[in-house]
T-cell receptor, first 115, second 118 residues
Framework: NAGVTQTPKFRILKIGQSMTLQCTQD?????MYWYRQDPGMGLKLIYY???????DKGEVPNGYNVSRSTTEDFPLRLELAAPSQTSVYFC??????????????FGNGTRLTVT | AQKVTQAQTEISVVEKEDVTLDCVYE???????LFWYKQPPSGELVFLIR??????QNEISGRYSWNFQKSTSSFNFTITASQVVDSAVYFC???????????????FGKGTKLSVKP
């Protein structure tokens, strides 16, 4: 009964470094999403995917890349980390075609600090 | 433009008090969906409720109740007889049916931090 699993839970990066945030779900959901949550703010959509091989930009995609080679996995890549990317990152998945038809299931988040 | 406003940044109550968390939204669409999510100190986001714009019936689930009023564009959340375990950040969110094709793009409010003291 794992749901959505994110790794790592915490990470500190130096400016200019790269890293990949991992996300996997075992609910056979077609739809997956990456959000970021800045302090005192709500979540903002970075990228989303409607199925394996299909991804699209959300509200704040700059500085990130994604891929979706399998239904289960949706990694988020930061190529040149910047302090502005310090945030908590949440991966989510849903069964339905649109968020209003089925709720999002969230992972526990990855807290990233870029210094 | 779509927007969700949670004017209460932080609320502190004593256990067993009732508390209402306010949520006001803006949207151009006639079809939309409203959500509440809970984020406890452990950090995960927990889905609480979804409401569509055509259903203004209030909903009660145990100690939780929701009051949806289209006339005032509000979707308020009340916890009755609050408990320490209710301490969390609560987010209200909006999803428009025809929002730019961007699926899953929930518009979140900034959240209300609720502290329930024993």
């Amino acid at each position: 009964n794992a749901g959505v699993t994110q790794t790592p839970k915490f990470r500190i990066l130096k400016i200019g470094q790269s890293m990949t945030l991992q996300c996997t779900q075992d609910m056979n959901h077609n739809y997956m999403y990456w959000y970021r949550q800045d302090p005192g703010m709500g979540l903002k959509l970075i990228y989303y995917s409607v199925g394996a091989g299909i991804t699209d930009k959300g509200e704040v995609p700059n500085g990130y890349n994604v891929s979706r080679s399998t239904t289960e996995d949706f990694p988020l890549r930061l190529e040149l980390a910047a302090p502005s990317q310090t945030s908590v990152y949440f991966c989510a998945s849903s069964y339905g075609a649109r968020s209003y038809n089925s709720p999002l299931h969230f992972g526990n988040g990855t807290r990233l600090t870029v210094t | 433009a779509q927007k969700v406003t949670q004017a209460q940044t932080e609320i502190s109550v004593v256990e067993k008090e009732d508390v209402t968390l306010d949520c006001v939204y803006e949207t151009r669409d006639t079809t939309y969906y409203l959500f509440w999510y809970k984020q406890p100190p452990s950090g995960e986001l927990v889905f609480l409720i979804r409401r569509n714009s055509f259903d203004e019936q209030n909903e009660i689930s145990g100690r939780y109740s929701w009051n949806f009023q289209k006339s005032t564009s509000s979707f308020n959340f009340t916890i009755t007889a609050s408990q320490v375990v209710d301490s969390a950040v609560y987010f209200c969110a909006l999803s428009e049916a025809n929002y730019g094709g961007s699926q899953g793009n929930l518009i979140f409010g900034k959240g209300t931090k609720l502290s329930v003291k024993p």
